[in-house]
């Protein structure tokens, strides 16, 4: 018992140290993937948000490489220091495909968030 326990506690342990990607929502025919250094998702329909966190340290900037596709619905997405959703580094809303980087250079933890309705398609942040 004592085994299993150990292996219980090893493996939460492990599960909270990667990447810890958060979101509820109704998802149908989707396949995600989020690493500690990457939250993505592709999807028949998404109604919901997913948001996850990134650390800046002082003197090293951090390039997030952002790609979304739209075929029918919006999705809406922020990525802001703090959680300080009024001065976002970026924001955009009805998002349609296009990719492009947001670089984040102060020091601080960060929050990406995307907010899908009805939403077919995909997104992908990736960062280093």
Known sequence: MKKISLLLLLFIVLFGL?????????VRKSKEHNTPTKMSMTY????????T???VDED????VLVDFVTEDGTINAYISKDNDKVSCDYEGHDVQ??????????????TIRVDADAHKGSYLFSWE
């Open 18 to 26: 990667l990447g810890c990607t958060r979101g509820s929502g109704i």
């Open 44 to 51: 028949e329909k998404f109604t919901g948000y997913r948001e």
């Open 53 to 55: 966190e990134i650390k």
């Open 60 to 63: 090293e900037p951090v390039d």
């Open 97 to 110: 495909t296009s990719s492009f980087t947001v670089t984040l250079s102060e020091q601080g933890t960060y």
